[in-house]
């Protein structure tokens, strides 16, 4: 997958993704600022620049708390990088929806009921995320699940 940055102007990263402009492999800058959520349907590499924050989202269906990105089937090779999620939820991927070779890298969690989720996945690369003032709410409590048979690597997380 080739990462490319295209010159192009979207008001949310859900825009961006659901875009015919930006293909499987291009990269999302995100600014400083809040940013609302996207449910990931194509393999795309999201990038924080400066102090982007993802502060709002979707309803989980089951826990009903805000989501940050939830990955879909579709979104195999999808990175998310250098952002800072103020979302009980940050990182999903679907239920039942194996999502294959995600990276999820240098993103700093606040508050999270349950920071990272991988579940059925292989090949996610989770590294260098810090998980801060990590919380419990009838379950929950859990920085990064990793529900991976095929081998990842989940390393100098804090």
């Known amino acids: 997958m080739n990462s490319r940055v295209r010159a192009a102007s979207f008001v ?11 293909e499987p492999g291009d990269r999302i800058l995100v600014g400083p600022g809040s940013s609302y959520r996207a449910v990931v349907s194509k393999p795309v590499h999201i990038q924080g620049v400066g102090r ?7 309803l989980h269906p089951t826990a ?21 999620f103020t979302v ?3 990182v999903i991927n679907a239920s039942f929806e194996v999502v294959d070779d995600a990276t999820i890298a240098h993103n700093v969690l606040m ?5 990272i989720t991988n579940w059925l996945g292989s090949r996610w690369t989770i590294t260098q995320n810090d ?3 990590l919380r419990t709410r009838c379950g929950g409590g859990i920085a990064i699940l990793v529900g ?3 081998g990842g690597v989940v390393s100098d997380n804090v």
């Open 131 to 133: 998980v801060v003032d």
């Open 12 to 22: 949310t990263v859900q825009e961006a993704i659901d875009s015919a402009l930006v």
């Open 52 to 58: 982007a924050t993802i502060a709002s989202g979707p």
């Open 88 to 90: 009980p939820f940050p």
């Open 111 to 115: 508050n999270p009921v349950q920071g």
């Open 64 to 84: 009903l708390l805000s989501q940050g990105f939830r990955l879909l089937e579709d979104s195999d090779g999808t990175t998310i990088s250098h952002l800072r």
């Open 148 to 150: 991976d048979y095929n």
